[in-house]
């Protein structure tokens, strides 16, 4: 289902896949990557560097991933997790129907991104991208609200196999991807529930497919 090129978006559409997911091995752009291969679309991975001239050409920004759908240009990568599901809406990944359904969605998302995340983000920021100048110790405060963030996870996904109930969906790819980074940057995860949950959901085999096919590094 994918092939990976080389910054190169100049093709037609009569060549190429679909789906663009532009991006760097070890980014964000994984969860993108597996949220196309749960669905079974045909992508390609563009393949690029961190702020890119092809990314700032996509992206305000200049971050990945970003996914290409025709002429349509989608940022971030939950926003583009919760396009695909609701593009896809026959794969059943997406919100619940409704306002209700569509409100539970964003506040698992928001809390994925802005909750769960942010910690993993600041270490990753104070460690490799800030400035030297600007850079401080920001391990214990970002071990401790990550704690404190597992302790919410494990509340929300009581009585739960999926953070949606019994299906899976975008969710569980947003916040399994989180989880695989949390894992592979040695943060501590204290609980039982989270951790069986997180061997749930990366145990997929689209995650191990989009993880050999970009997501992860080489
Ligand atoms: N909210 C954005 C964050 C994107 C982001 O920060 N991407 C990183 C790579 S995972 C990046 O490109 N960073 C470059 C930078 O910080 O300048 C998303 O979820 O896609």
């Known amino acids: 289902m994918a092939a990976v090129r080389h910054d190169r978006l100049t093709d037609t559409a009569a060549e190429s896949p679909p789906y ?4 760097f091995r070890g980014s964000r752009v994984s969860r993108v990557l597996w ?43 939950a926003a583009i997790c919760v396009y695909l ?29 802005s909750e769960l995340e942010a910690p993993l983000w600041n270490k990753l920021r104070h460690r490799y991208l800030l400035p030297q100048e600007v850079r401080v110790d920001v391990g214990p405060a970002v071990a401790h609200d990550f704690a ?19 299906r899976f969906s975008a ?16 943060f501590a995860i204290g609980s039982d529930r989270v951790n069986a949950y997180l061997d749930r ?12 096919n970009g997501g992860a590094f080489k």
């Open 85 to 113: 599901a609701d593009k896809h809406a026959e794969r059943n990944m997406g919100a619940a129907s409704g306002l209700a359904g569509r409100a539970e969605m964003d506040s698992w998302m928001h809390f994925a991104q």
């Open 201 to 212: 959901v990366l145990s997929r085999p689209a995650r191990a497919r989009s993880q050999a």
């Open 171 to 186: 969710v569980d790819v947003l916040v399994g991807d989180i989880g695989a980074w949390a894992r592979s940057s040695r």
């Open 20 to 23: 663009k997911a532009v991006g």
């Open 148 to 166: 404190s963030e597992v302790k919410a996870l494990d509340r929300r996904l009581e009585r739960r196999t999926y953070a949606l109930g019994d």
């Open 35 to 77: 949220m196309l291969e749960e669905l079974e679309a045909p992508y390609e991975f563009v393949e690029t560097e961190l702020r890119s001239d092809t990314l700032f050409a996509l992206n305000p920004s200049g971050k990945c991933p970003v996914l290409i759908d025709g002429d349509l240009v989608v940022t971030d990568s």
